[in-house]
């Protein structure tokens, strides 16, 4: 466990030292796989599905804030479907901006959470969100749950509907809006992702030892439990193997995150009382489980060289790494 809180912290020191560099190689990747995902699932506009509108849309994400490049994001699909229908591109584009404009925009740090459904979404990697929301965020995380899984099933709904639909381009919208709202799915998934949210958020308040881990791994079994009920229940067609093993790997990705985000160690843990005029307090202090890395320090003497009648002949230095003892004289 010290050998990894000593890779932990050169990883922090060495983020630290380049973030400059770091921040937008992220955002670029961050945006190219954005538009990818988006060329895949929507992908009608021949002119749009391309390698290099990808990576032009990922460097000009490095340039706009959140809120703007979920913006672009929008218009980037409205574009796939008007290639298809301008009346389903239009009924989208009102959806959405809905949820721009009404959330979005006085939520800009959502964005990402949002862009990162639909993402996770076609990695079966959904289930980190639901967990790694209950451990950063509030009760209020039902938002961000509610619209990420509400745009994938959308675009999910937009591509069945036209993949599958006889119907002329100006009915589709009417397809799409019955399927969308009366997807049973969509809504059982929400509420299973609140509920395991809600699991690991109620347990990473309590005052216990480990209480990250074990909200982390409790998780990931309310989820696994949710998820086969409600397949069971409502007869959803999920995979079984497919949800054991998105679980699994969704579970060993946020502890991964809280191991490099905040590691507590309870060798030393205090509990202190005191008051004021007003109140008493009790205090629980956990120690951070922080590691400096070490340092190679170079130590530098002087070693006298002798000629055979005994004399000295000068001075030569030598280094050394700290740890080593003892210097070689060589005779001439």
Same mark, same amino acid.
């Given at each position: 466990?010290?050998?990894?809180?000593?890779?932990?912290?050169?990883?922090?020191?060495?983020?630290?030292?380049?973030?400059?560099?770091?921040?937008?190689?992220?955002?670029?990747?961050?945006?190219?796989?954005?538009?990818?995902?988006?060329?895949?699932?929507?992908?009608?506009?021949?002119?749009?599905?391309?390698?290099?509108?990808?990576?032009?849309?990922?460097?000009?994400?490095?340039?706009?804030?959140?809120?703007?490049? &979920?913006? +672009?994001? @929008?218009? =980037?699909?409205?574009?796939?479907? /008007?290639?298809?229908?301008?009346? #389903?591109? *239009?009924?989208?584009?009102?959806?959405?901006?809905?949820?721009?404009?009404?959330?979005?925009?006085?939520?800009?740090?959502?964005?990402?959470?949002? &862009?990162? +459904?639909? @993402?996770? =979404?076609?990695?079966?990697?959904? /289930?980190?969100?639901?967990?790694? #929301?209950? *451990?950063?965020?509030?009760?209020?995380?039902?938002?961000?749950?509610?619209?990420?899984?509400?745009?994938?099933?959308?675009?999910?709904?937009?591509?069945?509907?036209?993949?599958?639909?006889?119907?002329?381009?100006?009915?589709?919208?009417?397809?799409?809006?019955?399927?969308?709202?009366?997807?049973?799915?969509?809504?059982?998934?929400?509420?299973?992702?609140?509920?395991?949210?809600?699991?690991?958020?109620?347990?990473?308040?309590?005052?216990?030892?480990?209480?990250?881990?074990?909200?982390?791994?409790?998780?990931?079994?309310?989820?696994?439990?949710?998820?086969?009920?409600?397949?069971?229940?409502?007869?959803?067609?999920?995979?079984?193997?497919?949800?054991?093993?998105?679980?699994?790997?969704?579970?060993?990705?946020?502890?991964?995150?809280?191991?490099?985000?905040?590691?507590?160690?309870?060798?030393?843990?205090?509990?202190?009382?005191?008051?004021?005029?007003?109140?008493?307090?009790?205090?629980?202090?956990?120690?951070?489980?922080?590691?400096?890395?070490?340092?190679?320090?170079?130590?530098?003497?002087?070693?006298?060289?002798?000629?055979?009648?005994?004399?000295?002949?000068?001075?030569?230095?030598?280094?050394?790494?700290?740890?080593?003892?003892?210097?070689?004289?060589?005779?001439?």
């Amino acid at each position: 466990m010290t050998q990894l809180l000593v890779y932990r912290e050169q990883i922090q020191k060495f983020y630290q030292k380049y973030s400059f560099l770091l921040n937008p190689i992220f955002r670029f990747l961050a945006g190219y796989i954005t538009f990818s995902s988006m060329n895949r699932m929507i992908g009608y506009h021949p002119q749009l599905n391309h390698l290099y509108v990808e990576l032009l849309c990922g460097v000009l994400c490095i340039l706009l804030p959140e809120n703007v490049m &979920l913006f +672009f994001v @929008i218009v =980037f699909a409205i574009g796939h479907i /008007y290639y298809v229908s301008m009346m #389903l591109a *239009l009924v989208t584009g009102m959806i959405f901006g809905v949820l721009y404009f009404a959330y979005v925009k006085f939520v800009p740090e959502h964005a990402y959470l949002i &862009l990162a +459904f639909p @993402i996770l =979404f076609s990695m079966n990697l959904v /289930y980190v969100l639901p967990i790694l #929301l209950g *451990l950063i965020m509030s009760p209020l995380a039902l938002l961000p749950i509610m619209c990420g899984t509400g745009v994938y099933y959308l675009l999910l709904t937009i591509t069945s509907v036209i993949g599958t639909s006889s119907d002329t381009n100006a009915n589709l919208y009417h397809v799409v809006i019955q399927q969308f709202f009366g997807n049973q799915e969509m809504y059982v998934l929400i509420f299973v992702f609140y509920g395991v949210m809600l699991v690991v958020c109620l347990i990473r308040n309590r005052a216990i030892h480990y209480m990250y881990e074990k909200a982390i791994i409790t998780g990931g079994i309310t989820n696994l439990v949710l998820l086969l009920t409600v397949n069971f229940l409502f007869a959803l067609d999920m995979e079984v193997f497919s949800v054991f093993l998105g679980t699994f790997a969704s579970v060993c990705i946020v502890l991964v995150i809280q191991f490099m985000r905040l590691m507590l160690t309870y060798t030393s843990v205090e509990n202190l009382q005191f008051e004021d005029e007003e109140y008493v307090y009790y205090v629980r202090a956990v120690p951070k489980a922080n590691v400096a890395a070490p340092r190679k320090r170079i130590k530098r003497f002087a070693v006298r060289r002798f000629t055979e009648n005994g004399a000295a002949s000068g001075k030569k230095k030598v280094s050394e790494k700290t740890g080593v003892s003892g210097a070689s004289v060589k005779k001439e």
